[in-house]
Structures are given as structure tokens and as C-alpha cells.
């Protein structure tokens, strides 16, 4: 007599995943899985708890099994998934850009403090376009720009604009150069800070799938900040806002980047962690 099928419920199938990738050192298994689960078989999360003793079929099981094979090679969650959440908006990514963070909300944050009735807004490296959307969402009557090097990101970015409805202009090319005379009133950005030689000591799931050159920073992680801080002066209306994103340590040596640069009220602000996050500085 033939042996009858296995029987693959949503409960077992949730189980036995958590344990898969947990053992693949994937952090927060459990949460991961549900999020896996619930994009192959086209529910949301209540709803896998709801069907929880619902068997699967053969289409099903394999569509399970294909996303949790690439989340066990640590795939970003966020790109077989395709989104990722920022400033309560959601965003298209693919492993052309950077995967959004929380930690650079604090840029929009301060931004949004500091600069409230900015009406020209620079957004430089703009990848996925999550800062320059969120800001144009919540400063409705700002024109905002954004540049990016890499043609796929701009792609990507236009995408997300069009998504959201958002007042967002793109321009590929390098840091100031599409931009000519033009003057802004707020000037943002989160570069490449990652120290070279730290590269390769990064989760995999960055080290492995994340574009390099989002994340190289040069061999103390400062280059495109001597790039962008010594030159934003030129660009900005007065009194406006330059605001960059920074790595772990790097605070002091930016704020006398922005001391040099001639920049006054400088300030630093932290990310959640307790971590010197944005420095900022504006234009007397």
C-alpha cells in the first residue's frame, strides 16, 4: 500500500520554517516567516492564523519553499519581498538601492523641524527615493529634487515618486553637478559612510545583496562628505539647511567638516539607538 503525503498545514509549514532559518541565522525568525508565508500564499498575517490548520496544496508548498530558500541564502527580507516601509509610507526596492532604514527617519525628522517652510529641497544620492518622498509628502509646497549616479536607482526612485503622487524631480549625474546656478533652501542627504576595510565584516545579508557603492565611504568612511560639505554653501538660499546621515563615530569629524564650511547652529541628532545619527548646520 502506498504511503500516503505528508500533510503540510500553514501551522506545521510556520514551524518548521522558523526553525530553517533560525538555524541560518536569520534574526527574528519567527516574524520573518509569517511576513514569507504570507506573500506566497497571498494573506495577510491574522489571516495565516485564522487558516492555521488549513492544508497546502502542491502550488502552494512550492511557492513557500522558493521564497524561504531565499531568505535562508539571507536575502533581504525586503527584496524578495519587494517593499519596505519608511516614515509610514511604503516603498518599491530591488537590490539596485539601499533597503530604507528606520535610523534615516531621523533626517526627515529633523528636516521637517528645522526647515518647515523650505521651498526648494535637494536630496542628493537619492536611491530609492524614500527621503525625498517622504519629504515631499509632508512639505506640500516645496519643489523637491533629487540626484542619483546609478541609472536602475533613478528608475527605481521614479517609480516610488509616481507611487505616492509625490513632487519629486529626478536628475542623474553626480552630487551638485545637474544643478548649475540653482539655489535650494534645505539640502539633504545620506551618503556612503561605510569605512572600506568594514565592508566585509557586515551581515550578509548587506554585505552580499546591497549595492557596494551605497555603501563604500572610502577607507574612513568620509569621502562624499568632503565632497558635499565644502561645496553646499555654493548651492544653498540664505539661511538654508544642509542635513547628511552619518555612520557610528563620525559626528565630530563631520561637524568640523560644517564648522570649516562656515556653517553656523550647527547641531548633531541621534537615531533611536542613542547613536549620533544626522549632522546638520546652516547657512548665515
Partial sequence: MAEKPEIWTIRKVLDWTRGYLAEKGVENARLETEWLLSAALGLDRVGLYVNFDKPLNPEELAACRGLVARRAKREPLQYILGTQEFCGLDFAVTPSVLIPRHDTEVIVEEALRRAPH?????DIGVGSGCIAVA??????????WG??????????AQRNVERHGARVTLFEGSLFEPFGDQRFDLIVSNPPYIPTADLEALQP????????AALDGGSDGLDFYRLIVPAAPEYLNPGGWLMVELGIGQAE???GMFSRAGFCDCFTAQDPNGIDRVVGGRIG
Avoid at 540626484?147 to 527605481?156: G, K, N, Y
Avoid at 545579508?205 to 557596494?212: L, Q, S, T
Fill in 118 to 122: 523650505a521651498a526648494a529641497v535637494l
Fill in 135 to 144: 519629504l515631499a509628502k509632508q512639505l506640500p509646497h516645496a519643489q523637491v
Fill in 147 to 156: 540626484v542619483e549616479q546609478s541609472p536602475d536607482a533613478i528608475a527605481l
Fill in 205 to 212: 545579508e548587506v554585505r552580499e545583496y546591497e549595492p557596494r
Fill in 253 to 255: 569629524a563631520v561637524l
